[in-house]
DNA sequence: CTACCGATCCCCT
DNA sequence: GGGGATCGGTAGA
């Protein structure tokens, strides 16, 4: 899978030179293991987003994990119902969820299936379409002076910022993020220099244990990893509220808030 | 059927 | 720094 950044939508005066972007769909595997380690992993993969007004990129960078029944801040809390089958289905399927009557975020189903496992998309940096992004946040257009517009980095700083960035409402709900057009995740192959179809060969000789493809992470090199309690999970008690299951790319201009200094 | 409340954001003071 | 918007899910009567 190989995309282009471009600016299409953008005015002629806006056009800057392009440059090529190498794109590798995320498998089934990249979504197995703990819970957390899931949310860390997802930092740097890319949300695809193709529609009628065109294509969007953003890069992940604040993410949180979410479990089962046991997990009382997690809306499995309640067990399987017509809202949260979708996190107990196979995983790479998105999970959207209306929140607080006006927003919308977004989930990546993730563990095995008949568990219930997603991670939260709490932040991410735009990419591409950028132009469009800022018109779906009805922050500005070029035609509008009068508006103020944040920097282009804060687009996507929430996890509703990011779904009405990208343009995700419940329609999207249960689609599968490793196959559909529409909406899916992807790994920024060119960042670690491996062409598409480039798979490590046979290291079963070594004494080292081979990374594997489905544990790597997709950040830049410098890049380190804050985690931190949830965000707006209190009702769910000191237990599980307080546990570290947020993270993000330490720094990052995106992230939607800072996370709390070390005790 | 009714009541409560949320994995948020934005504008007001 | 504080509160309102807004509506569907969930639980309890």
Redesign the pocket.
């Known amino acids: 899978l190989t995309l282009a950044a471009h600016h299409a939508g953008d005015p002629p005066s806006r056009r800057r030179p392009t440059s090529p972007v190498l794109l590798e769909p995320l498998t089934p595997a990249d979504l197995g293991g703990p819970v957390f380690d899931v949310a860390r992993r997802l930092l740097g993969a890319l949300i695809v987003r193709q529609d009628d007004e065109g294509l969007r990129i953003a890069r992940i960078v604040e993410t949180?994990a979410?479990g089962g029944p046991e997990d009382r801040?997690?809306?499995?809390?309640?067990?399987r119902?017509?809202?949260?089958s979708v996190?107990f289905g196979p995983p790479g399927r998105a999970?959207v969820?209306?929140?607080?009557?006006?927003?919308h975020?977004l989930?990546v189903v993730c563990g095995v299936d008949g568990e219930a496992a997603?991670v939260?998309i709490?932040a991410a940096l735009p990419v591409a379409g950028v132009e469009r992004m800022r018109r779906a946040?009805g922050l500005a257009t070029d035609g509008d002076a009068t508006l103020v517009t944040p920097g282009d980095h804060r687009l996507a700083?929430?996890?509703?910022?990011?779904c009405?960035a990208l343009g995700i409402d419940r329609s999207l709900d249960g689609l599968d993020l490793l196959a559909d057009e529409r909406l899916r995740l992807a790994m920024p192959a060119a960042l670690h220099g491996v062409e598409p179809g480039d798979h490590p060969g046979p290291r079963a000789e070594r004494d080292e244990p081979a990374p594997r493809p489905e544990m790597r992470d997709h950040l830049a090199p410098g890049e380190t990893v804050l985690s931190g309690p949830?965000?707006?999970?209190s009702?769910?008690g000191p237990e599980w509220a307080g546990r570290p299951w947020r993270f993000g790319i330490a720094d990052d201009p995106s992230l939607?808030r800072p996370f709390p200094a070390v005790a």
């Not at 801040?73 to 067990?79: D, L, N, Q, V, W």
Request: glycine share 10%.
């Open positions: 949180e979410y801040a997690s809306h499995a809390r309640a067990g119902t017509a809202r949260t996190m999970y969820y209306l929140v607080y009557g006006r927003h975020c989930n997603a939260l709490r946040r700083a929430g996890p509703a910022r990011l009405q949830r965000v707006g999970v009702y769910a939607s």
